[in-house]
């Protein structure tokens, strides 16, 4: 069965530090990737996703995520967090032929000025 | 453009009662979707509407979980009874024909608590 795997369950970082949130899934076929973040009182948002083509996808805010085939990774960064990027972050994943979104456990990330 | 709507945003009952939480996905859009989140585990696919049908519905729990889609508009998701293990966040997310895979929107969620 499919599945996905954040490893950092809750981050604490201080404005201007570097973001790397790992997600690892399982499933040896094609596959789309997301992630989504739920900034406090909101709805779940799509952050970026890759289908194809270049491994190094740029999503909203500045983030960006790179695909790594090889090891099935899909992680999420960002060069410099602000207070604003305080959020839950889920990485989650669909097989080429279905709708259904298998996610991960979710990061909670915490920003303080 | 509306976003998916979900309601009630919030609902407390008691073990045992019935609870009705209710999505009206953007308009136009075929696809409507319902997820659930029980504390601190991942957001669990329950089923998936192509207007009226059910597409799939692999992820619901269990027959204490009805789903419908009246005229392929919005849709309801009836829990009864009610058990102290379907507390969570119900999600509501809805995708245009044929772009399901790419990507959905979702609503803000129903915090379901049973007690």
């Known amino acids: 069965a499919q599945s996905v795997s954040q490893h950092n369950h809750h981050v604490i970082l201080s404005e201007a530090a570097s973001l790397e949130l790992g997600c690892n899934y399982s499933y040896g076929g094609t596959v789309n990737l997301f992630w989504y973040v739920q900034y406090p009182g909101q709805h779940l948002q799509l952050l970026l996703k890759y289908f194809s083509g270049d491994p190094l996808v740029k999503g909203i805010k500045g983030f960006e995520a790179e695909f790594i085939k090889s090891k099935f990774s899909f992680n999420l960064r960002k060069p410099s967090v602000q207070w604003s990027d305080t959020a839950e972050y889920f990485c989650?994943?669909?097989?080429?032929?279905?709708?259904?979104?298998?996610f991960g456990t979710g990061t909670r990330l915490q920003v303080f000025p | 453009e509306a976003g998916v709507t979900q309601f009630p945003s919030h609902s407390v009952i008691e073990k045992g009662q019935t609870v009705t939480l209710r999505c009206d996905p953007i308009?136009?859009?075929?696809?409507l979707y319902w997820y659930r989140r029980v504390m601190g585990k991942e957001i669990k696919f329950l089923l998936h509407?192509?207007?009226?049908?059910?597409?799939?519905e692999s992820g619901m729990p269990n027959n204490r979980f009805l789903a419908e889609r009246t005229g392929g508009t919005y849709s309801t998701l009836k829990v009864q009874p009610a058990e102290l293990e379907d507390s969570g966040v119900y999600f509501c997310a809805s995708s245009q024909p044929g772009q399901g895979g790419y990507g959905y929107t979702f609503g803000s969620g129903t915090r379901l608590t049973v007690v």
């Open positions: 308009s136009g859009h075929d696809n």
């Open positions: 989650a994943v669909n097989s080429y032929n279905t709708d259904k979104l298998i």
């Open positions: 509407f192509v207007k009226e049908s059910k597409q799939d």
